[in-house]
């Protein structure tokens, strides 16, 4: 299967912004201020799902109508372990640079709590994923997503898609009513360290899930060319993009209003209250398929406009997203996301070590780190520098 190469850049686009966003310095740093987060409610994290659940319905999808369902779930199964292998290994390796490191424990707290491998229990909620140290929780959905994944991709395939995406919006729903905390609350009670900490996950699966199964259903869809994207998005069909425009344009300013406390605060309490980012909500439901919508027909309809300036857009978007650099990220994106935590933790552990940093040294830190970001990237693809072409890994 060739890849799309686009799609590749898109990922690695999302990686190293949210490297940029995860690096966290005394004082705060500018490039934080140069993200599409700051004009919109979205964020690289959704469209990181959204691209890893894309990309598992298209390559799966063909290879369950090809070798049946019992070999591609093992496949899908098989990627999922494998995952799960380097979530657990990234922990153990930060647990264990918190022993050697001096003061390292005291700096990472607010990241890790008290975990150690002197306490069987917290070891044993991060095996389960109920406990996620911070910066550590994109793998732990993303594996829980892969095992559901075979049915639903089976379904898919057998046209009731339909019904993939009501009970995924059903699922949503429940999120948004708290209905988690009916089995959350007890476990939570259990799980109760000294440190205060029982149930800790950035993402609410049942509200997230929406991303990835939205993504994967529309991978199934293009892989069995049930859907033909240049006919949905062609020049003259400029509806659509217009009314996601409107969206966008819509939020642009609840976006900065938020951000600053513009807002009446009692306005600022009701709209928060469908802007809850850990449960995925309204606002995030809505702002995110509208902007999809029109960075993918600018992508696919774009060049071929009448108007000389949306070509010119177009070719700046497909000129950034084809940099062999973002590409060379997107095609080994969760390696690259596993080694994106070591770099974030120790830049975070070096800089609480050391005086203030400038914002031209946190900048130069920053530029590094992106470039860092390369090598696991570069060592998965050290065998095409000796002609051979690279693996294909979904996912």
């Known amino acids: 299967m060739q890849r799309n190469e686009l799609m590749d850049g898109l990922r690695g686009y999302f990686l190293v912004f949210m490297l940029i966003n995860h690096l966290i310095f005394i004082g705060g740093y500018w490039m934080l201020l140069i993200n599409h987060n700051q004009l919109a409610f979205v964020e690289d994290a959704q469209g990181f799902v959204f691209l890893s659940g894309l990309l598992v319905g298209m390559v799966y999808s063909r290879k369950m109508a090809k070798s049946g369902y019992e070999a591609a779930s093992r496949q899908i199964w098989g990627r999922a372990f494998e995952l799960y292998r380097y979530a657990m290994a990234t922990v153990l390796v930060v647990l264990l640079a918190a022993m050697i490191l001096p003061h390292a424990r005291h700096i990472w707290f607010d990241w890790l709590g008290g975990t150690s491998f002197r306490d069987p229990l917290r070891l044993a909620a991060i095996a389960a994923f109920l406990f996620q140290p911070t910066f550590m929780d994109i793998l732990p959905q993303y594996v829980v997503y892969m095992l559901l994944a075979p049915p639903v991709v089976w379904l898919c395939l057998r046209g009731r898609w339909l019904e993939v995406m009501f009970v995924s919006a059903a699922l949503w729903m429940a999120a948004q009513l708290g209905l988690q905390r009916l089995v959350t609350e007890a476990v939570n009670n259990w799980l109760l360290r000294g440190d205060q900490q029982g149930i800790r996950v950035s993402f609410n699966l049942l509200g997230w899930q929406i991303v990835f199964f939205s993504g994967l259903v529309l991978g199934v869809l293009t892989a069995s060319r049930k859907v033909d994207w240049s006919k949905v998005f062609r020049p003259e069909a400029t509806l659509l993009p217009k009314l996601a425009l409107s969206i ?140 051979e072409p690279p693996a294909i890994v979904p996912g």
């Not at 980012?277 to 398929?289: C, G, M, Q, T």
């Not at 902007?291 to 857009?313: N, T």
């Not at 062999?324 to 994106?333: A, C, V």
Request: charged share 15%.
């Open 248 to 387: 966008c344009i819509f939020f642009l300013p609840l976006r900065i209003a938020t951000a600053h406390d513009l807002l009446p605060q009692s306005v600022l309490d009701k709209f928060t209250t469908m802007e809850v980012r850990a449960d995925f909500s309204l606002v995030y439901l809505i702002n995110f398929p509208a902007a999809a919508i029109v960075l993918v027909w600018l992508l696919i309809a774009g060049p071929k406009h009448a108007s000389p300036r949306i070509r010119s857009f177009a070719a700046g978007a497909r000129w950034v997203l084809s940099l062999s650099f973002l590409r060379l990220l997107g095609r080994h994106s969760l390696h690259v996301y596993v080694w994106h935590v070591a770099i974030v933790y120790l830049v975070y552990y070096i800089d609480q070590r050391t005086p203030q940093f400038s914002q031209l040294t946190k900048t130069l830190i920053a530029l590094i780190s992106v470039m860092l970001l390369s090598l696991p990237a570069l060592w998965r693809e050290r065998k095409r520098l000796g002609g």
